[in-house]
């Protein structure tokens, strides 16, 4: 049987990363065999996109080819890890998905969504995921938890997370309106609360999956 793919999207610092990890031990913990992967990335030429994404150019991309990094990216991860694991029967969840180029790219850059849609299914071959997480939070607690981690870690923020408070606030927009698009893929978690709160919303979304 065909596994479960699961993604996990919203702005920075709603705690994705956290969750996922949490959702794999206590999927794994039902007996499911679980791969945790992320975007861009998962596969080395990923990384190495995502590197190049990150990296302080002097001329960096502009927003269409940044687009089409992404999108590279996101090619090479779904032919090459998730569906061989998906077509395995495992559970496959990722640190974000297509929704993050529709909210980024789109709703932020302002590129059409309907074209990124298509170039995202060229990309993708229509693949979509079963169900997908929105860890909803506030531009003030994201704000909040990166400089927490940034004055922990010793690092600084990249260069969208740079982008200014217009664009997350029309990137918070974005990803609610795709959530309010396809009730039936979404659950959007209210993710301001503790990890042990959100943690178990995000189980009571998936739970229903587990059953089918
Ligand atoms: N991007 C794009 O533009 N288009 C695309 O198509 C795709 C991506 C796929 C990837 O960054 C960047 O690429 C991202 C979108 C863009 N933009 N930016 N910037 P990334 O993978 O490096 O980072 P991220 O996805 O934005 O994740 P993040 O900043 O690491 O946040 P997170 O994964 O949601 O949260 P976290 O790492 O689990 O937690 C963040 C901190 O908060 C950490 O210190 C935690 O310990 C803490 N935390 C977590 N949960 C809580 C709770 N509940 N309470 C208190 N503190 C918490």
């Known amino acids: 049987m065909r596994g479960k793919f699961i993604s996990f999207e919203g702005p920075e610092g709603g705690g994705k ?9 206590i999927l794994r ?10 975007e861009p990335g998962g596969t080395r030429l990923a990384e190495k996109i995502r590197g190049l994404l990150r990296e302080e150019l002097e001329d960096p991309p502009v927003a269409r080819s940044e687009v089409l990094l992404f999108l590279a990216a996101r090619a090479q991860i ?22 993050s180029t529709f909210a980024y790219q789109g709703y932020g850059r ?10 995202n299914d060229f990309a993708t071959e229509g693949l979509l995921p079963d169900l ?12 909040a938890r990166l400089a ?18 217009a664009f997350h606030r ?14 039936e893929r979404f659950a959007v978690i209210d993710a301001s609360g503790s990890r042990d709160a959100v943690a178990g919303q995000v189980w009571s979304a998936v739970r229903k999956l587990v059953n089918l």
């Open 17 to 25: 990363s956290t969750q996922a990890q949490t959702l794999a031990d």
């Open 29 to 38: 913990s039902e007996g499911k065999t679980v791969l945790v992967t992320r």
């Open 78 to 99: 779904v032919a090459q890890v998730i569906q061989p694991a998906l077509a395995r029967g495992d559970w496959v969840i990722c640190d974000r998905f297509a929704d």
């Open 110 to 119: 302002g590129i059409d969504v309907a074209r990124l849609r298509l170039l």
């Open 132 to 143: 997908t997480i929105l860890l909803d939070v506030p531009p003030e607690v994201s704000r």
């Open 148 to 165: 927490a981690r940034q004055a922990a870690t010793a690092t600084t923020a990249d260069r969208i997370e740079r982008a200014g408070c």
């Open 170 to 183: 029309r990137l918070r927009d974005g990803f609610l309106d795709l959530a309010k698009a396809e009730p």
